[in-house]
């Protein structure tokens, strides 16, 4: 799958494609009609809806998907302040080769390497530090907290899942056993020491270029959602991030992962509901929004807000 491809997958869901005669198109479902009626080929670097609902350069369909929604950018780069340890060496995103394993991984998943770069500072931890002897940083995904104008601190993930490793991966990577001969992994996510999860959100600072806020579990989430999403960086919600979300947003998105979330997901909507509009969504069809195209995460939502009587497309949306 190519880089492009990957990213019209995220942004609209399932892709056919069509040999014609100005090349390679892919056919996805229209953001505005609903329909499987929008070509786009990049070769003519073009797009057009053929229920007549829009068209135009390749470039700004792949920024905006829908009537109303905007993009916002990253806040401008500052030093980390000297209470916050760094990780290690970084690079930007943009620096890495495509067959850098980052990358891979980045598009594997479904994300455009560009746009977790440019518009959310997602880093590569070249060279990194070992943190509570067990997370080593290095060869991670870094993702910083902008909290007001300042990264406040980061949070780092693994490329892989150390749950699903054999014992000679494990030994490869140098992990240790504990007393009972069992592997001591580390987690998937590792928080910068001393910074208090529960008083900031990933992404807070493009996410107020919108009305709206999406509140998601992880960094991952927030990205997949686009640029007013933002994670609590765990499954616990303070009351706290709910001040945050009640002083600023106009109307709020719950969209925290099934199953083992719900009580926190009803505990935020009793906290929200009485100040602005709130949505609670429970994604169909995935296991959480990381894995699900952006196109398919804001039909739910938008659908899951029409149910309540809430019409979100009436606010300004960064995506």
Not at 32 to 42: A, E, Q
């Amino acid at each position: 799958m190519s880089r492009l491809e990957a990213v019209i997958r995220h942004k609209f869901g399932a892709i056919k494609k069509s040999k014609g005669k100005k090349g390679i198109e892919y056919i996805v479902r229209c953001p505005k009609c609903g329909k499987k009626k929008l070509y786009i080929n990049p070769d003519a670097g073009a797009y057009i809806c053929y229920k007549g609902c829009m068209s135009g350069v390749l470039s700004d369909l792949m920024d905006v998907d829908k009537a109303n929604i905007i993009i916002g950018t990253p806040p401008p780069p500052t030093p980390l302040p000297s209470n916050v340890q760094p990780p290690g060496v970084v690079s930007e995103l943009g620096r890495l080769p495509s067959d850098h394993v980052a990358i891979r991984y980045i598009v594997g998943r479904g994300f455009d390497p560009q746009e977790l770069n440019d518009k959310f500072g997602v880093r590569y931890c070249v060279s990194g530090r070992v943190f509570s002897n067990i997370f080593n940083t290095s060869n991670t995904l870094l993702f910083p907290i902008w909290m007001g104008g300042t990264v406040v601190g980061w949070q780092s993930r693994l490329l892989y899942n150390p749950d699903k490793l054999e014992d000679a991966q494990c030994q490869a990577l140098g992990y240790a056993k504990d007393e009972d001969g069992d592997w001591v992994k580390p987690p998937k996510y590792f928080t910068s020491p001393g910074m208090e999860k529960g008083r900031v959100l990933f992404n807070y600072d493009v996410a107020q270029r919108s009305d709206v806020v999406v509140i998601c579990e992880g960094p991952l989430d927030a990205i997949a959602v686009g640029g007013c999403g933002v994670a609590t960086l765990g499954k616990g919600v303070t009351e706290y991030q709910a001040r945050l979300v009640k002083a600023y947003w106009r109307a709020a998105v719950i969209l925290l992962d099934p199953g083992d979330a719900d009580e926190e997901m009803l505990k935020l909507e009793a906290q929200l509901i009485c100040t602005v509009p709130t949505v609670r969504v429970q994604l169909k069809g995935y296991k959480d929004a990381g894995e699900a195209p952006r196109y398919d995460i804001w039909k739910q939502i938008f659908e899951s807000g029409d149910a309540k009587g809430i019409k979100l497309d009436q606010y300004r949306i960064n995506i």
